[in-house]
């Protein structure tokens, strides 16, 4: 007997090499590849995630890949969403104020706000390349927005899975 009853929808978008494809590879395989060829397009992988003590849900998670460069192609990719991870580069901070206009595009496209997570990764340089943001400007967008901003290291796997299950059970509670 399976007690599997949610399917979503997940989908991770963000502007250019911020680690959307290496987030999702850690979290699908639990692996870093330093070199990827090319996201993978349109199509998604299935992973089955337990986001409390044996309570599972299923999760499709669709990586924007070479679409994030054609804006037109990007609505059947949009359709039917449950949720959102909008990743941002903590090492490059211009691609934060992108983030925003990944959000806007998102709402004007889907019908009804997702909940969505921000993801800062690359969170293992920080120390090395110091702080590019203002976490307070950071933490007041997300409230705003009535979403969370999360930190994760791909390269290191740090939050990989708390962010998976926090958007979870957010698209849960929708
Ligand atoms: P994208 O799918 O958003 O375009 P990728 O981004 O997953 O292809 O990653 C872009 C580059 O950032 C890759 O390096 C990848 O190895 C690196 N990267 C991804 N996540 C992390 C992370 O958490 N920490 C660090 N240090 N690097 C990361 P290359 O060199 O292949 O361009
Ligand atoms: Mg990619």
């Known amino acids: ?18 680690g959307k494809t290496s987030i999702i590879n850690r979290f699908v395989k639990d692996e870093f590849v330093l070199k990827y060829k090319l996201t993978i ?15 599972k849900a299923k999760l499709q998670i669709w990586d924007i890949g070479g679409q994030e460069r054609f804006k037109f192609l990007r609505r059947s990719f949009y359709d039917g969403a449950n949720g959102a991870f909008l990743v941002f ?15 806007s595009e998102m709402n004007q496209i889907m019908e009804k706000k997702i909940p969505f997570i921000l ?13 590019l943001i203002d976490r307070n ?13 999360i930190e994760t290291s791909a390269k290191t796997g ?3 899975e708390q962010a998976f299950i926090e958007l979870t059970q957010r698209m849960i509670k929708k």
Do not use: C, Q
């Open 1 to 18: 007997m399976s007690d599997l009853i949610y399917v979503f929808k997940l989908i991770v978008i963000g502007p250019g090499a911020v």
């Open 41 to 55: 397009g349109t199509d998604f992988i299935s992973k089955t995630i337990e986001y409390k003590p044996n309570k």
């Open 89 to 103: 580069d903590l090492s490059r901070g211009h691609t934060y104020k992108e983030t925003k206009t990944w959000l």
């Open 119 to 131: 993801v800062g990764n690359k969170s293992d340089l920080i120390e090395e390349i110091g702080e």
């Open 137 to 149: 400007e950071v933490e007041m967008f997300v409230k705003e927005e009535k979403s969370i901003y």
């Open 158 to 160: 740090d939050n990989v």
